[in-house]
Nanobody, 120 residues
Framework: QVQLVESGGGLVQAGGSLRLSCAASGSIFSINAMGWYRQAPGKQRELVASISSEGSTNYADFVKGRFTISRDNAKNMVYLQMNSLKPEDTAVYYC??????????????WGQGTQVTVSS
């Protein structure tokens, strides 16, 4: 079993910054893609950014130039640096990882979510 634990959310004023972290623990051989998603009240969960095992990144248009995703493979962690935050960035942010088990099977895991609130 694998657990993902997120941290770093909170309340920030518009224009401010936050850094989210997500740590994976448990039966992990390696981790393929990692990503951050968000879900605002009344809306569907949407992709914010993803990063491959080789470090290739992908961003949603609404965060390009403001957010940066990174990973630390040695620590099984993924980060999301969020700058120039806007009130519309308010949401619960979730990390997701594609974990390769010691039996070479790939499983998808989600974190529990961390609230980000941006005040105007």
């Amino acid at each position: 079993q694998v657990q993902l634990v997120e941290s770093g959310g909170g309340l920030v004023q518009a224009g401010g910054s936050l850094r989210l972290s997500c740590a994976a623990s448990g039966s992990i051989f390696s981790i393929n893609a990692m990503g951050w998603y968000r879900q605002a009240p009344g809306k569907q969960r949407e992709l914010v950014a993803s990063i491959s095992s080789e470090g290739s990144t992908n961003y949603a248009d609404f965060v390009k130039g403001r957010f940066t995703i990174s990973r630390d493979n040695a620590k099984n962690m993924v980060y999301l640096q969020m700058n120039s935050l806007k009130p519309e960035d308010t949401a619960v942010y979730y990390c997701k990882m594609l974990v390769v088990s010691i039996t070479s099977k790939v499983y998808q895991y989600w974190g529990q979510g961390t609230q980000v609130t941006v005040s105007s």
